[in-house]
């Protein structure tokens, strides 16, 4: 395809998607305003700014952080942490945190994704397997719940906590809105009130007005270099819930004794803040992007995921081809148009976690960060690319552009 035709294509999908954008930029203002609201509730100033050493006893600007992450996402507290190493690791610490030997883990929405898997039925890792916690989950192949086999679940299995993760993963299927997280959960409650209700938000925050815990989750995880860190925090993610359920989780992070009472970043919070500030633009940056590539790449004859015309739930989108040769392809022209390392050629490997080997562009300033432009994915059929996020709007232009010069 010439640039020129290309240029075209992307000017009409603008046009056709000014539905979908406006609805985008309405969410982006509603979510903009919560998160100034939790700043002025706050009073956040300079001093919470400033990074502590040692123990980090009375660490003010980690403890504002983190109820201003309560406030913004609905919950009675928060636990949000650069000694978070990535949503893997804050999903770890809250299964490990409220689950017990013998407790049963129950996931609605089909198979964890790898690495997550390996939490949880992993041999001789220290796994919830090894420490006896068992698990069941329901098939999620159509992207639907099985509300009859929940149910039956729930009656007969009793699980101490329910998983649901909003984000596809590596599957081929739509992120869940919270409409559908809302019916699960009212679903859930309705047999069986004492379950904890997990939802792993990764990916998902600030793509709508509300978040898991305002719809009723117990507890929602995520990662600071994904959504909430609006491209900006270097590292962390955060855990928000229940005050008691956040309290067990804290005392995994650090100590039974110590809690959420310690824990020192030297090098201050101020990126924790801005990027949490900047979230809601970024993240509405990333959908309008997801939206205009869905409907051109569908006329190009690919299958997408959001498709056409379809409001995206997530910053990820999901590109199926026919050969691992078009994935590989794909994945190296987004590493070509990355502002760091663009002229690495990226190639497939053996990816800690993954039992099929992953190409993975990354040409990113904070390492692995997801919603800057990305773009990875297992070779193996389906052969399907997931590209993630993109800071600017126009970075994102430029990429499609010579996806569509380069592959078309």
């Given amino acids: 395809m010439e640039l020129l ?15 979908l954008f406006d609805d985008i930029s309405e969410t982006a203002l509603f979510n903009q305003e919560k998160i100034l609201n939790a700043f002025f509730k706050n ?17 003010i600007g980690r403890d504002n952080l ?49 690495t997550l898997d390996e939490v949880i039925n992993g041999k ?7 420490f006896g916690i068992d698990y069941l989950y329901s098939d ?14 729930l009656k007969d299995k009793k699980p101490k906590a329910v998983f649901i993760q909003r984000s596809k ?17 009212s679903f859930i409650r309705n047999i069986r009130p004492e379950t904890v209700i997990m939802v792993d938000n990764c990916y998902g925050e600030f793509t709508e007005k509300q978040e898991p815990c305002e719809v009723g989750a117990d507890i929602a995880i995520g990662s600071l270099i994904k959504n909430p860190g609006g491209g900006i925090a270097p590292t962390g993610g955060y855990i928000v819930g229940k005050k008691t359920l956040i309290e067990q989780i804290s005392y995994r992070l650090t100590a039974p004794s110590l809690g959420s009472e310690v824990g020192s970043y030297a090098q201050g919070y101020r990126l924790f803040y801005q ?16 939206t205009v590539a869905s409907r051109v790449l569908t006329d190009c004859g690919c299958q997408t ?48 976690g993954y039992p099929h080997q992953v190409i993975m562009a990354a040409g990113t300033f904070v390492q692995g960060a997801s919603l800057e432009l990305t773009a990875d994915g297992t070779v193996r059929e389906p052969f399907v690319a997931y590209m993630q996020g993109g800071l600017t709007y126009e970075h994102c232009m430029i990429a499609l552009r010579k996806i569509l010069t380069e592959m078309f």
Wanted: one cysteine or more; charged letters at 20%; proline letters at 5%.
């Fill in 305 to 352: 995921m959001p498709q056409c015309g379809k409001r995206p739930y997530d910053i990820i989108n999901s590109i199926k081809f026919d050969t691992a040769e078009e994935l590989i392809e794909f994945c190296r022209i987004i590493q070509s148009v990355s502002p760091i390392d663009s002229y690495v050629t990226p190639e497939p490997w053996d990816m800690p």
């Fill in 140 to 153: 999620f192949s159509d992207g639907k719940f099985d509300f009859e086999n929940i149910a039956r679940v």
């Fill in 66 to 114: 983190n109820r201003i992450f309560a406030d913004v996402f609905g919950a009675e507290d928060a636990l949000v942490s650069p000694l978070i190493a990535n949503g893997t690791h804050a999903l770890t610490l809250a299964l490990f945190g409220i689950l017990r030997p013998g407790d049963l883990l129950y996931s609605v929405a089909g198979k964890p994704y790898d």
């Fill in 5 to 19: 035709q290309a240029k075209e294509r992307i000017k009409q999908a603008e046009l056709a998607s000014k539905v």
């Fill in 169 to 185: 993963g590596y599957l081929w299927r739509e992120a869940l809105s919270l409409a559908e997280i809302a019916e699960v959960i």
């Fill in 275 to 290: 990027g949490l500030f900047m979230a809601p633009s970024v993240v509405a940056n990333v959908l309008k992007f997801n």
């Fill in 124 to 130: 001789g890792n220290g796994s919830l397997k090894d």
């Fill in 43 to 59: 009073k956040v100033n300079y001093s919470h700014f400033n990074g502590t050493t040692g123990y980090g006893y009375d660490d």
